[in-house]
């Protein structure tokens, strides 16, 4: 079978590459009939746009955008929107097809989509990413929609840049559709306990992977690569559970002490620090090369792509992989965690708390009923339970490992819409 969508070249570090990789090996297993793998081997729709925006220098500067939508079988397509300079056609592929599957398996009513645009968001004044931010929405106001695609944060990106795109979408289409995009600020129409739910999702996935393995929290260690919106979260929770964070970084340095760090310190010190952890002074400082194959329990990577590879995958010491960041481990370092019986709970399981909270924030936009913080993390955790048990029950039953487990999950219900819906 033939990829059709010939975008970037299949050349070996195509992301998008890796993601076929896995998606074949799941459907060899599971026996996915050969024409549903071939439509979702071909992403629906794929849209770049030139934004040509006034920096505050008073020169003109054209950033490259995008925004894919993988498949939209299971539901309008849901995924989120990066600010970073390796933006491309092939990783917001990658990225879209990532959220298809991710959606499958937290069982939303959505498809899969993401998009980008091409910058380095510190290289930016507010006013400029502002700018920059309005003509992206105004270029995609035909591709988004309410019950059509539905952006959310990414990597360098937060509520601030929903809000200025909530805000051009509305005003270009004369309409207040709150819904249309989600992670937004609380104050106009975000929901209770978005922020920290992909990292709440990473917490009561280790959680059910150490009940699994017969570990109690209280008796592990883990270490925490990224400290933004998922790795911040992801320690404190499993901190408030008990775990010791022997180790945490992020791009400016990385930190490891055994006896344990003050998460909560390190937190508060990145707040005044320019959300930096350089120069914290609670634990060691260690080379970030040192950090993901440093002694844990548990590793959580929880920032960016392809860091766990054959360089460094034989040397990791923890029992357990809990993927915080979209596609941390390349398809090559697979079979060496495997054969060293790591257990990886896999990005798409890992990280989907994020979008399940976008979705309870988008069903109460629609609604526009606002729930209790509580009831937004009972319902969450709720779902994430669900997710994981029908994951490591295809592990046991597929005789996989459990990132195999979470394609052919989200295979099963991906081939039920496509079968159903049909084609022309
Ligand atoms: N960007 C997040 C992800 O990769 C959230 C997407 C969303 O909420 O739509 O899962």
Not at 16 to 44: G, Y
């Amino acid at each position: 079978m033939s990829t059709q969508t010939a975008v970037a070249p299949a050349h070996e570090e195509s992301m998008f590459e890796a993601v076929l990789a896995r998606l074949d090996a799941a459907a060899k297993l599971m026996n996915l009939s050969d024409e549903v793998a071939l439509v979702l081997r071909n992403p629906s729709k794929q849209v770049k746009v030139s934004l040509p925006v006034m920096m505050d220098s008073g020169k003109i500067q054209v950033f490259e955008g995008y925004r894919t939508v993988h498949s939209t079988h299971l539901g309008p397509s849901k995924g989120g929107i990066r600010y970073a300079m390796d933006v491309n056609a092939d990783e917001v592929m990658a990225l879209a097809a990532w959220m298809s599957f991710k959606c499958a398996v937290a069982n939303l009513p959505y498809g899969g989509a993401k998009g980008g645009i091409k910058l380095d968001p510190r290289a930016h004044s507010v006013g400029e990413l502002e700018r920059i931010s309005r003509a992206y929405a105004v270029a995609m106001k035909d591709v988004f929609g309410v019950n059509k695609d539905i952006p959310a944060p990414d990597m360098g990106t937060s509520g601030r840049e929903m809000a200025w795109i909530l805000d051009e979408f509305n005003k270009n289409t004369g309409e207040d559709s709150p819904g249309v995009i989600t992670g937004k600020p609380v104050a106009v129409g975000g929901s209770l306990g978005r922020d920290a739910a992909t990292g709440r999702g990473v917490m009561v996935n280790t959680l059910a992977a150490l009940r699994k393995m017969g570990l109690k929290p209280t008796e592990v260690t883990a270490v925490v690569q990224g400290f933004g919106n998922v790795g911040s979260h992801a320690a404190r929770l499993l901190a408030e559970q008990g775990v010791k964070i022997v180790g945490i970084g992020d791009h400016s340095a990385s930190y490891y002490n055994e006896k344990g760090i003050d998460i909560a310190a390190a937190i508060e010190f990145a707040s005044k620090n320019n959300r930096n952890l350089k120069g914290f002074t609670g634990a060691t400082e260690i080379k970030g090369s040192e950090l993901l194959i440093s002694k844990c329990d548990v590793l959580v990577p929880g920032a960016l792509q392809n860091v766990i590879t054959i360089d460094n995958a034989a040397k990791i010491q923890a029992k357990l992989i809990v993927e915080g960041a979209n596609g941390p481990t390349t398809p090559e370092a697979d079979p060496i965690l495997n054969d060293k019986k790591i257990i990886c709970v896999p990005d798409i399981l890992a990280n989907s708390g994020g979008v399940t909270v976008s979705y309870f924030e988008w069903v109460q936009n629609k609604a526009g009923y606002y729930w209790t913080e509580e009831e937004v993390n009972t319902k969450h955790d709720q779902k994430m339970e669900i997710a994981f048990e029908a994951v490591w029950n295809n592990m046991v039953q597929y005789k996989t490992s459990m990132r195999i487990a979470a394609y052919i999950t989200a295979l099963q219900k991906l081939e039920q819409g496509v079968k159903l819906k049909g084609a022309y």
